[in-house]
Nanobody, 115 residues
Framework: QVQLVESGGGLVQAGGSLRLSCAAS????????MGWYRRTLGNQREWVAT???????RYADSVKGRFTVSRDNAKNTVYLQMNSLKAEDTAVYYC?????????WGQGTQVTVSS
């Protein structure tokens, strides 16, 4: 049974930082590409970042230079370090993986940035 569990969200002032974590189970994590997405108040889902099994990373233009995705294969965990947060980063953040041709999502963690 595949499970993705996010944590680390919260309330932060604009300009501040947060680090999100996503712990994965039920997959061979070191071979899995992991993604971060967010859903804004307008209910639009937006891709944020991806890290491949080889630790190659890609970012949405809106977060490039401010967010960093990383992984710890020993802990089966992917991280999203978010710096210089802006009010428009307010959203529920989800981690995602596609494993054995199925799409898996965590329950999400709320990030609220006050201006």
């Amino acid at each position: 049974q595949v499970q993705l569990v996010e944590s680390g969200g919260g309330l932060v002032q604009a300009g501040g930082s947060l680090r999100l974590s996503c712990a994965a189970s039920g997959i061979n994590f070191r071979f899995a590409a992991m993604g971060w997405y967010r859903r804004t108040l307008g209910n639009q889902r937006e891709w944020v970042a991806t890290i491949t099994s080889n630790a190659n990373t890609r970012y949405a233009d809106s977060v490039k230079g401010r967010f960093t995705v990383s992984r710890d294969n020993a802990k089966n965990t992917v991280y999203l370090q978010m710096n210089s947060l802006k009010a428009e980063d307010t959203a529920v953040y989800y981690c995602n993986t596609v494993w054995a041709s199925r799409d898996y999502w965590g329950q999400g963690t709320q990030v609220t940035v006050s201006s």
